[in-house]
C-alpha cells in the first residue's frame, strides 16, 4: 500500500465513495432518484379546423393541432403511459375580446377538444387552464379595465369556466392567472355544480418571467400583449411571498401545487413540496425547452442527456410530476430503456 493510499483510507475511514460507481448494475441499484412516464404531463397546444398541424417556430418539434390531431396526441401518450395531457388553445383573432368572453362558450376549443379525448381515449387525464390569455384581445390573463387587471371580475368569469370545462370532461382544473381568491371561488362553484370530485391544481408559484415567450407565440399573443404581467405574478425575487401566496391556495382547497418557470425555480420546488406537502408540479416551461432544443441544433451539447437531466432535476427537488414538452420523446427514450 503506497502512502498517499494509506492517507486516503486514513482520511476516509476506508470509505471509498468510488465503490457505488464501478459498474452498471451498482450504479443501478443504488440510485436515489428515479424518472418515469408516470412522471411526466405533455401539454399541447390545439387550433381550429380538421387534420391540420402547425409548426411553432420558437419550439422546434412543437406544432400546434387541430381536435382530431389532438385525440391522436393523446392515443400515443397513453402508449407510452403518460397519464395526462394538459391543452392550451391557440384561437382566431376574431373571437378574442377585452373579457375573453369565449372562455364561456361550452363549445369553445378547450371543450371541444376535451369532449373529443374523452370519448375517444378515456383512461388519459386531461388538465384545463381556466386563464383568459387566450381569449383576450389584450393578452392579459384577466379582465383589463381603467389600466389594472381587474381581480374579482375576473374569478367570476373563471369560475364559470371551470364548471363548463368540468362539464366537458376536464379532470383536473388548473387556474394559472394568479388572482387573489381564485382557487377558494372555483372550488365552490365546482362543488356546487356536482364536480366535487374535479381536483384543481394550482399554479401556486408563478412567477414573471423572461422564459414565456416561446408558448405566447403558440398561444398566438405574442404580437398584441399590451404592457406586463407584473401586477399578479410574482416577482422572482421573493421567495417568500410566494410561499405565502402557495399556502392560501392551500388554506382554500388546491389538491396539487404547481411552480412555474421550472428550472430557475427549483428551490421553490422544494420549499413548496416540504412546507406543504401536497403533491407538487413544475412546469418546464416553452423556453426552457427552447434553449435544450436550440443548443442542441447548434451542436453545443447532446440533447437527449440534457432532456433528461433537466427533468432528473426536478424529481430530485421533491415533484412528483412534470409538465413538459419533451413529454414523449423521454417516455420513449425510457420505454426502450
Not at 411553432?56 to 393523446?74: F, Q
Not at 361550452?106 to 387552464?129: F, S
Not at 366535487?196 to 405566447?216: C, H
Request: include cysteine; aromatic fraction near 8%; charge should be negative.
Amino acid at each position: 500500500m503506497s502512502d498517499i493510499t494509506k492517507q486516503i483510507d486514513l482520511v476516509t475511514g476506508n470509505r471509498r465513495m468510488r465503490r457505488y460507481r464501478g459498474s452498471e448494475w451498482m450504479r443501478s441499484m443504488v440510485q436515489e432518484t428515479h424518472l418515469s412516464a408516470a412522471d411526466l404531463i405533455w401539454p399541447i397546444f390545439v387550433i381550429e379546423g380538421e387534420n391540420k398541424t402547425e409548426n411553432i417556430e420558437a419550439m422546434p418539434g412543437v406544432e400546434r393541432m387541430s381536435v382530431d390531431r389532438a385525440v391522436e396526441a393523446a392515443k400515443h401518450a397513453r402508449d407510452l403511459g403518460i397519464p395526462a395531457i394538459a391543452t392550451f388553445p391557440n384561437i382566431d383573432y376574431a373571437k378574442r375580446d377585452k373579457t375573453g368572453s369565449e372562455i364561456l362558450n361550452p363549445d369553445n376549443l378547450i371543450n371541444q377538444t376535451t369532449r373529443a379525448i374523452k370519448a375517444a381515449v378515456p383512461e388519459i387525464g386531461i388538465i384545463t387552464d381556466v386563464a383568459l390569455d387566450p381569449f383576450t384581445s389584450d393578452g392579459h390573463d384577466g379582465i383589463f379595465e381603467d389600466g389594472e387587471i381587474v381581480n374579482d371580475k375576473t374569478v367570476e368569469v373563471l369560475a364559470k369556466a371551470a364548471i363548463l370545462q368540468a362539464q366537458a370532461g376536464s379532470d383536473i382544473i388548473a387556474p394559472s392567472e394568479m388572482m387573489d381568491g381564485r382557487i377558494g371561488i372555483i372550488r365552490q362553484a365546482l362543488d356546487d355544480a356536482g364536480y366535487q370530485s374535479v381536483a384543481i391544481m394550482s399554479y401556486a408559484a408563478k412567477f414573471v418571467s423572461g422564459f414565456y415567450g416561446p408558448y405566447r407565440e403558440a398561444i398566438g399573443t405574442s404580437n398584441f400583449l399590451k404592457g406586463d404581467k407584473n401586477s399578479y405574478f410574482l416577482n422572482p425575487a421573493n421567495p417568500n411571498e410566494a410561499i405565502r401566496d402557495a399556502a392560501l391556495d392551500v388554506q382554500e382547497g388546491a389538491d396539487m401545487m404547481m411552480v412555474k418557470p421550472g428550472l430557475p425555480y427549483l428551490d421553490m420546488c422544494l420549499r413548496v413540496k416540504e412546507e406543504f406537502g401536497l403533491p407538487t408540479f413544475a412546469y418546464q416551461v416553452s423556453g426552457e425547452y427552447a434553449m435544450i432544443k436550440a443548443a442542441a441544433q447548434n451542436g453545443w451539447l447532446d440533447e437527449e442527456r440534457a432532456m433528461m437531466e433537466s427533468l432528473m432535476a426536478f424529481k430530485r427537488a421533491g415533484c412528483d410530476g412534470i409538465l413538459t414538452y419533451f413529454a414523449p420523446r423521454a417516455a420513449e427514450l425510457m420505454k426502450v430503456k
